[in-house]
């Protein structure tokens, strides 16, 4: 070690495991102070070596607060980590990997960490005890809002986000394995040893970057080595082996249905910059079997300022000593209730540090204690003094003991998380005083170790290995013979005891939420006996530790209120996640533009070229309009657009429209069943427009179906409906009609297809079908449909079809011609001056002709609602049909399609407003209809609409009023046909 | 939740979309005296169970098959798997 | 009368980009038509297959290669092969309806997908961060092909060999396609 660095890291006592690393030293700055650690700190660890016990101030009450742990766990060292848009608040120090340059800072503090101005809550703490929120901020009711929330928002409260968009991306990802080994302590490696000699496939995750669990952090050997060692071994040998994964800095934060995991990696969280890499990286992860490994975690003893930094968990001192060379204090006091903890003070003693006192409740010494050591039996620590640290410690008989850390065991809960993510209810078992996995574990999950309550070494190592073996041969594989590593079995005798009475002095339960022992009191004293009840009223065990290291002490507490035991009591269950998973990670990379696939028709790059703008219609691209040089308004773009192809003819790109391809011998049978209106009898050759009905008899999608032989037929849907309409007709196929020849397949991403419409599109066509085919009006009428050339010998097909109520076409061609196409048929159209036109001018076109889109067909609609009740055929069964009969839907007073223009043709009319009879109130009672859709039409001049009115058809000529509560408009308007131009369709068959 | 495909094993739930009560299949006869009546209780009246329900899924992001799935609604658990097909055929109610 | 010619285009212009340890590259030399089996109509089509083709039809997930005109048989369901094969032909239906007559129901679907091969030995760390088949080795075996989804885009995935992939998705979303695998790349290598 560098004599420099060794100075100012005044606890760094040994190398621990940090071995070679130590030859050079990384700096940090904390608080703006700098420091310098090793590889393979913690930033956790390196603020303890370098002698920083405050690191943090209390959510609630502002108090001082230090390391506690050395885990997951940790409930007060939260710091906020980088800076800019990389700060990341609420970061445990902990788990932080230390590297050089590492910037973090304290957070909830107002002033300096160490005289924090938000300090003042600790004295107005009588006011501030459980339930604070519900009791003191209550009146003036106004006030809450304005003046409470705010103010308690701003002073309680974690880290602070930085507002800055995050700089660094994410990633998810799909991983499957026979095994799942989750936790990679002496149980999951001897588990994955096993599992792996067997032959399966063998995932093994931890949250640690260095694997071993608690053979790092303590003194036991194993298969003859140090136990560290054994664990250094086995991971080398388990990533020698191609049918292992081992992943370090991976959290399994989640157990789903089926042997589904979620897990979190930590990629680049380690390094100074992510180097343009995804920082974490969001696994779902497939296992056959799994193996929960995750060890326990130690609870701490209640007692009065038990939360004063220095104030810290033995087994986490123990770590810190062995794994990574620094003592948390140097006169270290235990207080225990169980043997464990008399481990932590002989290892520190091993390494030179003064023991002060030992403290064990129980009244029988379990080991011999370190030379030097103040021994206590059947006592406890009933007080702490020191302001920004411990300084000296009270104990039961009255005496003052100095010490700078106190290391407190009241013994080790069992990580049974991930166990109650499908429900599964943990156990109480009495001789550790703890809970243990419940019966009903997620399907495929198996425990072993620590987290299964076997918390001494040499049976958690056998457990994993048993596990291992069984739970490969479930899945097929014969288990290896070799034996689990050999090892001993600790004492680890505890004796239940959870807080000491504190009198006046406040007793902490939860460190992260301050919630205290009388908190609990209270809270059970005021009505609140469901231990959920009690979590909601003292937020105990929520944020980002959600009670590791709290909820059993605290359940302890409330089963003294009660007189009941604890498990009579109750427990909270674990939801997911584990360990908290930032939004970024949940996100991936579906941010931006890549939050959901863009779908682009061939001729979207020349609609680009030309500057249309688009729309979004479902994943779609759309061009809306194309706006032409001096062109001030969308309108004046779709009003050329719609005139000019009125007038001469338009192009409009309606690859989008979904096709499907129908083959097979009963493919007009099945159309019959699937559409409302007959279909059977359509001649190859033709083209009919199709309504279909969902099964209550309401209109469910239309479109155009053409017949290209006795066993071809081409159907359009709408862009929108295309892949639920290819769902409802396979669900028709396989469910309800098996036994037709039918076969379909979606053909809406082969074709290319462009409507050219207006009066001039017969004569642009004419210029590109090849000559074999005649397409004028007598050889190819109004539906008809063939398969024909154009442009020498490229194949098309052509449909006669028209949305727009002009003479019109629709082609097709495979699409990788389509963008050829298009520019073709503008080139071959600039003689009749020829228009490209978007959805808007489409749109207009079909609501100046009346007929029904999307705004129509909402769902709430039935055929009879269109107008078009005697399509619906009566002489066959089809989807639709009966329910459609039903008497309500049939009344002499049903809404009907008809169309609507403004009394005063000035008037914008607009979609959504409701028609009211004129001289009544706008009420619900006098509600007679809506407006469903509106445009301005260039060729009559003013806003014409089309909706649904009752008993609409009988009523043409009729004034009513279109009253818009919305927008504020209340306008008189005519009830016309909804077939504003054109009503007797001349124009499309012309 | 993973549905075990009979053609293609195992696959994510996320590759099907849900229908609900396989009973959907038995479209009632529309010539039966009673066919209104038949018609509402096949669409609106569906049983609620708590426990081994067959249902619906359709594997559109595969291989476009129909599915009637046994999943127990109150652990998930995953029974059985047929093609609808397989089933309308067999059970007959095709019209 | 026409005097306008159509020129074709491929979804991604013939992309090809080579990175370490994987080269991503546009497929457009292969024609891609379904055929499905007519109700009753199995052994039929099996005949007319392995007359012309010398192959059996594949199960759902299987693919069966055969050196007439370069094909590949994938079985995509029950009742439905999708027939890989090199061709120029622009009506490649023409070409199938000729060698199994009407013993089956085609479409084409050349124009439908983007094709890209996926080659190198980092093929499948890639695919890892966007496909949720199981593609081991030992499970997803050389000729195995599925369909499922990509980044929400419906995809076939067909194991070529050891570590050749060939990908398809909707040729309207060929560029966010080609974008979740480039990022994939640029993610993991």
Redesign the interface.
Known sequence: MKMTSQIQQVNRVSQGLLNNNTEQSLSFEFNGKSMTGYAGDTLASALLANGEKLVARSFKYHRPRGIFSAGSEEPNALVELRKGAYQEPNTRATIIELFDGLEAKSQNYRGSLKYDLMAINDRLSPFLSAGFYYKTFMWPKAFWEKLYEPIIRSSAGLGRLSAIEDGDSYDKGFLHCDLLIIGAGPAGLAAALQASRSGAKVLVADEDFLLGGRLNAENHGVAGAAGHEWAASTVAELNSLPNVRIMPRTSIYGSFDHGIYGALERKTDHLASSGGKPRQVLWRIYSKQALLCAGSTERPIAFANNDRPGVMLAGSVRTYVNRYGVTAGQKVAVFTNNDDGWRTAVDLSDKGVEISAIIDTRDKAPLAAPKGAAVMMGGSVINTAGRHGIREITLSNGQKVPTDCLAVSGGWNPNVHLTCHQRGKPEWQDDISAFVPGHALPVGMQVAGAANGTLTLASALAEGHAKASEMVSNIGYTPSNSLAPDSNDESCAVSAFWYVDSGKDRAWLDLQNDVTVKDIKLSHQEGFRSVEHLKRYTTLGMATDQGKTSNVNALAVMADCTGKTIPETGTTIFRPPYTPVAIGALAGRARGKDFRPTRLTPSHRWAEAQGAVFVETGMWLRAQWFPQAGETTWRESVDREVIQTRKSVGICDVTTLGKIDIQGRDAAAFLNKIYANAFAKLPVGKVRYGLMLREDGIAMDDGTTARFSDTHFVMTTTTANAVSVFRHMEFARQCLWPDLDVQLLSATEQFAQYAVAGPNSRKLLQKIVDADYAIDNESFPFMACAEITVCNGIPARLFRISFSGELAYEIAVPARYGDSLFRVLMEAGQEYDVVPYGTEALGVMRIEKGHAAGNELNGQITAQNLGMGRLVSKKKDCIGNKLSERSALNTDNIVELVGFRPVDVTEMLSSGAHFIAIGAEASTENDQGWMSSVCYSPELKMSVGIGFIQNGSQRLGEKVRAVDLVRGKDIEVEITSAHHVDPEGERLRG | MIINHPLLGPRDASEFVYLGDAALMKRPDWQADDAAQQFYEYLYLRDNIAGQHRELWYHEQGDRSWLVVTRNTETHEITAVELARDVATREGHAV | ??????????PLAGLQQEYQGVTLAEVTNKALV?I?V???GETALQTAVTATYGVTLP???KSSKTSVDNALFAG?????CWLFFETDN??PVNIITEKLGASG?Y???????VMLSLAGEKSRDVL???????L?PD?FLIGDV????M????SIILRESEHNYLLCS????A???V?AIE??I??VI
């Not at chain 3, 026409?2 to 074709?8: D, G, K």
């Not at chain 3, 599925?146 to 989804?149: E, G, K």
């Not at chain 3, 909707?170 to 979303?173: E, G, P, Q, T």
């Open positions: 009368m026409a005097n306008y010619t159509l020129t074709a285009s491929s379904s499905s007519p109700l009753g199960v759902t997930g995509m369901s029950r009742d439905q622009i009506r129901y479409t084409d679907q050349s124009d439908s997908w890892e961060r966007i496909c949720p088949i199981n081991d499970v599925a369909r499922t989804s980044e929400h885009m419906g909707a040729r309207s979303s560029n966010s396609f974008h990022l994939s640029k993610n």
